[in-house]
T-cell receptor, first 110, second 114 residues
Framework: AQRVTQPEKLLSVFKGAPVELKCNYSYSGSPELFWYVQYSRQRLQLLLR??SRESIKGFTADLNKGETSFHLKKPFAQEEDSAMYYC????????????FGKGTKLTVNP | NAGVMQNPRHLVRRRGQEARLRCSPV?????VYWYRQLPEEGLKFMVY????????ESGMPKERFSAEFPKEGPSILRIQQVVRGDSAAYFCASSPSVGLYGYTFGSGTRLTVV
């Protein structure tokens, strides 16, 4: 079965500190992984996808197939990074559906 | 471009009533997806539709739930005879074609069943 696990429900760091939001997945095929972010009172929006290998707002995420992980990292957190972060897995097979983790609420303190 | 528009933002229904949730996709997008988020849970896929067709409804409960995306007008998610367990946030997303590039979410409808 496809599953996405985000072990931390809440994560709190100080401004300028490194941050890592963990994501592990379970899927027998070749996964496509995404990170979505939801700022307060705003809609869910795509932050980055692993196949793009891009850095958005200073965030990066590397797909580690051996550890079945797709952790989101940023070396220096900013207060405006405070938000809900969701890791998501797209499965193969024609349907465009995503399997989401439960999310991690990141709070960056001044 | 107004993005994906969902209405109402908040909906309160008594047990046994019907709930109708509307989703207007981004202009030009012909693919619509509905997700449900229960309290303390992640988003769960419900149904994927293209104009006038249901492509994947593997996440839809077998009873009381239905969805449509007519040729004209918004996509509708209908829940008949609502129960307290239907209380959740319902999100709609749209994309212009197959592939998740441009997969845009709406702000959601929060359904409360009293």
């Amino acid at each position: 079965a496809q599953r996405v696990t985000q072990p931390e429900k809440l994560l709190s760091v100080f401004k300028g500190a490194p941050v890592e939001l963990k994501c592990n997945y379970s899927y027998s095929g070749s996964p496509e992984l995404f990170w979505y972010v939801q700022y307060s009172r705003q809609r869910l929006q795509l932050l980055l996808r692993h196949i793009s290998r891009e850095s958005i707002k200073g965030f990066t995420a590397d797909l580690n197939k051996g550890e079945t992980s797709f952790h989101l990292k940023k070396p220096f957190a900013q207060e405006e990074d405070s938000a809900m972060y969701y890791c998501a897995l797209r499965t193969q097979g024609g349907s465009e559906k995503l399997v989401f983790g439960k999310g991690t609420k990141l709070t960056v303190n001044p | 471009n107004a993005g994906v528009m969902q209405n109402p933002r908040h909906l309160v229904r008594r047990r046994g009533q019907e709930a109708r949730l509307r989703c207007s996709p981004v202009k030009g997008h012909s693919h619509v997806y509905w997700y449900r988020q229960l309290p303390e849970e992640g988003l769960k896929f419900m149904v994927y539709l293209q104009k006038e067709n249901i492509i994947d409804e593997s996440g839809m409960p077998k009873e009381r739930f239905s969805a449509e995306f007519p040729k004209e007008g918004p996509s509708i998610l209908r829940i008949q005879q609502v129960v307290r367990g239907d209380s959740a946030a319902y999100f709609c997303a749209s994309s212009p074609s197959v592939g998740l590039y441009g997969y845009t979410f709406g702000s959601g409808t929060r359904l409360t069943v009293v």
